[in-house]
Structure formats: structure tokens, C-alpha cells
């Protein structure tokens, strides 16, 4: 049998990244963040200046490409995306990356590669397996997955709150109106849009703690493992 996979979807700012790192360490798990894969290539793709209408160059630049990920350095902070030799760390974390990554995420040639290439990490070991479409495309049948939410409000000023300690200045609404923004396209693409799996448990974060959202998953995957 395959080792075990925990997915966990949802829309972007709802804490998933986060909640995986945890649920990964209490498990001794592999966290796999699949949106970091997906802002690499978007970094590859714009380097190489490749037309996104060109489904063959962009095929062809893929089927060679590599993106590593380290593991995150502690639970505060993302995993470090190595592309092609390069770590490429803040590069792809900018709100302008964020939509970026969103656009060319809908191209069939982007996900194909892409999907086999987090397949691949299914095979070698037990993972927690974040992003959009981990529970209904890539992982299918994984063991367990969760699907969490939040309204756009609350996940805009949450991130506010969150940029704001760290001293940075803040809009709050363009925040809301990035983040409407990159929903809406992720949910709109026909291939593998950001939807609920019909299996996947809705968590919804509204009034809920890190540590609690934590504790629904852990209670549920630990009845079970
Ligand atoms: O999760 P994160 O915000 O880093 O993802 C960046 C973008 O990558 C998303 O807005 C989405 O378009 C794309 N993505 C995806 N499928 C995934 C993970 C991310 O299409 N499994």
C-alpha cells in the first residue's frame, strides 16, 4: 500500500500553510506545499520569457525543469524552493508573484508537470499535502482530507493584522481585492479549480485559532491513523 496522505485545500490567506507545517511535525509527516511549486515555475516561466499560449515551449521547458523544497527552517516560516540550482525564497512571496503563480496555475502544460511532479513525493513517503487541488486531482484517494474556509474579510485582515506586526504598511482592501481577485480565477479554471472535495471535512476558520483548526484535524486523522 502507499504510505499515507493528508491533503488540505482551500482559498488563498486561509491558514493552510500554517496548519500543514503543524500537522506535518505532530505526525512526523513530509509537508508538501504545493503552491510553492506552482510560484517557481511561474518565476521559470517569466524568466525564460516563454509565451503562455505556446503549449509546446512551455512543454518543453518543463519536462526539464527542477524545483526542490526544503523543509521550512521553523514552523514561522515558508519552505524554501530551490529552482534549478537556485534558492529562489522571497522572489516568489510577493503579492504580485501570488497572482502570477494564479494565472499561469491554469495552464494544462503547468499542471500536468506539475501534478506528476507532487505524485512523485506521494510515492516516497507520508505527507501532508497543501494548495488547491491536493484532495481532488493529485491525491484522490489520500486518507484523509480537509477542505478549510474563510470569508475573503476575515482572511484579508487577518493578513493585515499579520503584515501590520511585522511593521509593514498596510491597504486592507487591496488586500481584499487581491485575494477576491486570485479566488475567483482559481475556482473559475476547467482544469482542477479550487473546489471542496464531495470527502474532504470543511473546516470553516471564521472563529477559530491556528491551534484550534490544529486540534479538529489532528483529533480526526489520530481516531483513525
Ligand atoms: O498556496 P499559494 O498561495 O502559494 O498558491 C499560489 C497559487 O498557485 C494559487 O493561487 C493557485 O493559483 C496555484 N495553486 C494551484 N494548485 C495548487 C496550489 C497552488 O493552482 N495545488
Do not use: C
Request: charged share 25%; net charge negative; glycine share 6%.
Amino acid at each position: 500500500t502507499p504510505p499515507p496522505v493528508i491533503t488540505i485545500d482551500g482559498p488563498a490567506g486561509v491558514g493552510k500553510s500554517t496548519i500543514s507545517r503543524k500537522v506535518a511535525a505532530r505526525l512526523g509527516f513530509t509537508y508538501l506545499d504545493t503552491g510553492a511549486m506552482y510560484r517557481a515555475a511561474a518565476l521559470f516561466i517569466d524568466r525564460l520569457g516563454i509565451d503562455s499560449e505556446d503549449e509546446t515551449a512551455l512543454q518543453h521547458a518543463l519536462a526539464t525543469v527542477s524545483i526542490e523544497l526544503l523543509p521550512a527552517p521553523d514552523e514561522f516560516s515558508d519552505v524554501e524552493v530551490v529552482l534549478n540550482g537556485e534558492k529562489v525564497g522571497a522572489l516568489i512571496r510577493s503579492p504580485a508573484m501570488s497572482m502570477r503563480a494564479s494565472q499561469l496555475s491554469a495552464l494544462p502544460a503547468v499542471r500536468s508537470r506539475l501534478t506528476a511532479l507532487q505524485q512523485e513525493w506521494g510515492k516516497r513517503g507520508a505527507l501532508v499535502a497543501e494548495g488547491r487541488d491536493t484532495g481532488t486531482v493529485v491525491f484522490p484517494r489520500a486518507s484523509y482530507k480537509f477542505y478549510l474556509d474563510a470569508s475573503p474579510e476575515i482572511r484579508a485582515r487577518r493578513r493585515a493584522l499579520q503584515l501590520h506586526a511585522k511593521g509593514e504598511e498596510v491597504d486592507e482592501k487591496k488586500l481584499l481585492e487581491m485575494t477576491i481577485a486570485r479566488d475567483r480565477q482559481d475556482m473559475e479554471r476547467p482544469i482542477a479549480p479550487l473546489v471542496r472535495a464531495t470527502d474532504a471535512l470543511l473546516i470553516d476558520t471564521s472563529d477559530k485559532t491556528i491551534d484550534d483548526v490544529l486540534l479538529v484535524i489532528l483529533r480526526v486523522v489520530e481516531s483513525g491513523l
